[in-house]
């Protein structure tokens, strides 16, 4: 068993002219229990740590596969500022082998701390008969994660004391996803500033071709840190994922009339079409003004559409999910929900109940910290308590939705939120948090403090919710509480 992973300092900074966020790698020594180094991307406030992913069989395809993963995270927030990626792995071709998955994560954990990453995204990836089979968790570290993945009530502006609840788990595994082995590394690549073409993957292999910035090429194969491209006369080569951009492998696009340009921005249309469907993406651009492009491979031939209409989509669903929590946590709610949404459209078919769930109350707090009485993030919040109904903080999540939902009288509110923490009580009577959204319910219900006398137009309690209310406060509170 494998006791030191060897994780150099080799600073990337902004990965592409267009990007707010930041990545950088990390090679080096890791001894469990020793000092870490210095921290990397000090200045990023939520980062996220992708380790190496263990491959067992020793077939490489870890260390690609993360390389990979790590550019479809960076490339997932690369509008987002305050977000950054570190990528952690072993010097060289060396693989993580013979590595205990105990071990390797609480190593990668303890990496995540050194570098003050709030979240480590971990995993193993193994082939068998053509085809890779690649497992993906997400961990989050409570004592970084801090409360910024809670869902806080306001009124006014002005904070309502108590009513507070946690909207995510610690850590999730996410359904593993398969590729058959020549289909995983295809995909658009584009040369960021200029590029040698190398005859294998070295830097001291000889160069077969000098391409410019901005070239489109199509990846077949990885090795390490190195795509195999294929240019459009057939030839092919080596380039090191250092000098390339990566956009999505695809995107999906589910609009009317969409315009579909001859290239990015103001370019002339080449058709105004109804789109239904997932398109490779061959091409990206930034356009000052005008945002991010892509262009796309339709039945018909080649177009650019605008990113913003698209839903971009990557090598694993959990991408999306890293992606909403880095929003969530940098209070940009709006591309947190779309990017849980995405989640929940990628998972719904094969995801497990826990983790759509998840999804689905993290866009609903996503949708009410915009909009606190958002009808949408009353359904996303419902769906997520359908389909964990064994799980407390659903309730408390659905409890304070209810308390400005929309189409509901004051008196079927104070109702619904009682019966949630009915629910959630009988279902962890020990919980703090709900305990402290009890004493706040009581509270509330009383319109003494200044906070919730500016609700009492809007909101009371029905006699029956009271009296439940009462029985709730007598069987799990004592007067010292209140």
Do not use: C
């Given at each position: 068993m494998i006791r030191h992973l060897h994780i150099l300092l080799l600073i990337i900074g902004s990965l592409t002219t267009f990007s707010a966020q930041a990545g950088e790698q990390i090679v080096g020594e890791f001894r469990p229990g020793m000092p870490q180094g210095r921290e990397v991307l000090a200045h990023v406030p939520v980062k996220v740590l992708i380790a190496?992913?263990?491959?067992?069989?020793?077939?490489?395809?870890?260390?690609?596969?993360?390389?990979?993963?790590?550019?479809?995270?960076?490339?997932?927030?690369h509008d987002q500022r305050g977000a950054g990626?570190?990528?952690?792995?072993?010097?060289?071709?060396?693989?993580?082998?013979?590595?205990?998955?105990?071990?390797?994560?609480?190593?990668?954990?303890?990496?995540?701390?050194?570098?003050?990453?709030?979240?480590?995204?971990?995993?193993?990836?193994?082939?068998?008969?053509?085809?890779?089979?690649?497992?993906?968790?997400?961990?989050?570290?409570?004592?970084?994660?801090?409360?910024?993945?809670?869902?806080?009530?306001?009124?006014?502006?002005?904070?309502?004391?108590?009513?507070?609840?946690?909207?995510?788990?610690?850590?999730?595994?996410?359904?593993?996803?398969?590729?058959?082995?020549?289909?995983?590394?295809?995909?658009?690549?584009?040369?960021?500033?200029?590029?040698?073409?190398?005859q294998?993957?070295?830097?001291?292999?000889?160069?077969?071709?000098?391409?410019p910035a901005n070239t489109a090429l199509q990846a077949v194969d990885m090795h390490g840190a190195w795509f195999k491209v294929e240019l459009e006369d057939g030839s092919k080569g080596w380039l090191n994922i250092d000098q390339l951009d990566i956009p999505p492998r695809t995107t999906r696009v589910h609009r009317n009339g969409i315009n579909i340009r001859s290239g990015p921005g103001n370019h002339p249309v080449l058709r105004n079409a109804n789109l239904r469907g997932?398109?490779?993406?061959?091409?990206?651009?930034?356009?000052?003004?005008k945002g991010v492009w892509y262009q796309l491979q339709f039945s018909w031939g080649k177009g650019w559409v605008a990113a913003f209409l698209t839903q971009p989509r990557f090598t694993l669903p959990a991408i999306q999910f890293l992606a909403g929590l880095q929003r969530y946590q940098?209070?940009?709610?709006?591309?947190?929900?779309?990017?849980?949404?995405?989640?929940?459209?990628?998972?719904?078919?094969?995801?497990?109940?826990?983790?759509?769930?998840?999804?689905?109350?993290?866009?609903?707090?996503s949708l009410l910290m915009r909009d606190v009485g958002s009808r949408k993030a009353q359904e996303a919040i419902m769906r997520a308590t359908a389909l964990t109904p064994y799980d407390p903080l659903v309730y408390n999540l659905r409890m304070l939705s209810a308390l400005y939902a929309r189409?509901?009288?004051?008196?079927?509110?104070?109702e619904q939120m009682v019966s949630d923490l009915e629910q959630s009580l009988e279902l962890d009577p020990r919980n703090p948090r709900?305990?402290?959204?009890?004493?706040?319910?009581?509270?509330?219900?009383?319109?003494e403090e200044p906070e919730y006398r500016a609700l009492r137009h809007s909101?009371?309690?029905?006699?029956?919710?009271?009296?439940?209310?009462?029985?709730?406060?007598?069987?799990?509170?004592?007067e010292r509480q209140l």
């Open positions: 190496e992913f263990i491959d067992p069989q020793a077939t490489g395809l870890g260390k690609s596969l993360s390389y990979m993963l790590w550019r479809e995270a960076l490339t997932a927030v990626i570190i990528y952690a792995h072993t010097a060289g071709d060396t693989p993580l082998v013979n590595l205990l998955r105990q071990d390797y994560h609480l190593a990668a954990q303890e990496i995540a701390r050194g570098q003050k990453s709030r979240i480590v995204m971990w995993g193993a990836v193994a082939e068998e008969r053509g085809q890779v089979y690649i497992d993906s968790y997400l961990t989050l570290l409570p004592e970084l994660i801090g409360e910024s993945l809670t869902l806080s009530l306001e009124n006014e502006g002005r904070p309502l004391p108590g009513f507070s609840t946690e909207i995510s788990r610690s850590r999730y595994g996410f359904t593993q996803v398969r590729y058959p082995r020549d289909r995983l590394f295809r995909r658009a690549v584009i040369i960021r500033t200029g590029a040698k073409l190398r294998r993957p070295s830097r001291e292999a000889p160069v077969v071709n000098s391409l997932e398109y490779p993406v061959l091409d990206r651009r930034f356009v000052p003004g940098l209070k940009n709610y709006r591309e947190a929900a779309a990017a849980f949404g995405r989640f929940v459209a990628e998972s719904q078919d094969q995801g497990s109940n826990v983790n759509l769930a998840a999804a689905l109350a993290l866009q609903g707090s189409g509901a009288s004051p008196g079927q509110r104070s709900t305990l402290t959204l009890l004493k706040a319910l009581v509270a509330l219900s009383r319109m909101f009371w309690i029905k006699d029956s919710a009271r009296e439940r209310l009462d029985a709730l406060q007598k069987r799990h509170l004592d």
